[in-house]
Structure formats: structure tokens, C-alpha cells
Nanobody
Framework: QVQLVESGGGLVQAGGSLRLSCAASGRTFYTYAMGWFRQAPGKEREFVASISRNSANTYYVDSVKGRFTISRDNAKNTVSLQMNSLKPEDTAAYYC?????????????????WGQGTQVTVSS
């Protein structure tokens, strides 16, 4: 297991930007595919983006394509989510997660380690 801690959430106006970061513990970060999920009040946790072990591949949910960018730095054990052109419907708690699978998993059950979440609120 890996310990994950998110940061960077906050309140932003529609059209603005935020950058979320997730710091991972341990020496095996490079062996995990990483993902970001979000959960709005009263809704299921949904997939947002994932990145493969070596950053060669990324995958996004359609609603964030062209606005969000996932990246990672294996030397620093971090994964980030740059969010631009934010919309009120992006409001949610955002979670980073680790998966031992290859590629870019996008299903919640395929991730075994989760952070505690960071809140993003986008005002209209």
C-alpha cells in the first residue's frame, strides 16, 4: 500500500484554474498507475483522469478533456491535476488513487490506495 495526501483545493470562480497535487509515500511510486476521481454531494465517486507508470499514456473522462491535464513526477513521488476553465459542475471532493495495473485504469475498483480528498468549489 501507498499513502496518498492531496492538496491544492479551494474556492474559485467559473473560468478560473486550480492545480491539485498528490504526494505519495514510499519508494515504489513509479510502479503505480495514478488516477484522480471526484465525488459531488449525493453522487457516486466518478473517474476524472489517469496516467500510466511512465507518463506515456493519459486518459480522461469526456467532460474534462481539453480542460484538465494530469501529470506526474516519479522523482518527487507526486501526481498533479491542472484544472483550467473550471465550471460549477466541477465542484466536488477530488481524490487521488493508486493502481498496480499497467496502462491507464479508469474504474474505481481497480485502485487500491486512496487519499483523503481535497475540496474544489467553483462559483458561478
Amino acid at each position: 500500500q501507498v499513502q496518498l495526501v492531496e492538496s491544492g483545493g479551494g474556492l474559485v470562480q467559473a473560468g478560473g484554474s486550480l492545480r491539485l497535487s498528490c504526494a505519495a509515500s514510499g519508494r515504489t511510486f513509479y510502479t503505480y498507475a495514478m488516477g484522480w476521481f471526484r465525488q459531488a454531494p449525493g453522487k457516486e465517486r466518478e473517474f476524472v483522469a489517469s496516467i500510466s507508470r511512465n507518463s506515456a499514456n493519459t486518459y480522461y473522462v469526456d467532460s474534462v478533456k481539453g480542460r484538465f491535464t494530469i501529470s506526474r513526477d516519479n522523482a518527487k513521488n507526486t501526481v498533479s491535476l491542472q484544472m483550467n476553465s473550471l465550471k460549477p459542475e466541477d465542484t466536488a471532493a477530488y481524490y487521488c488513487a493508486a493502481s498496480s495495473l499497467l496502462g491507464t485504469p479508469a474504474v474505481r475498483s481497480l485502485f487500491h490506495s486512496w487519499g483523503q480528498g481535497t475540496q474544489v468549489t467553483v462559483s458561478s
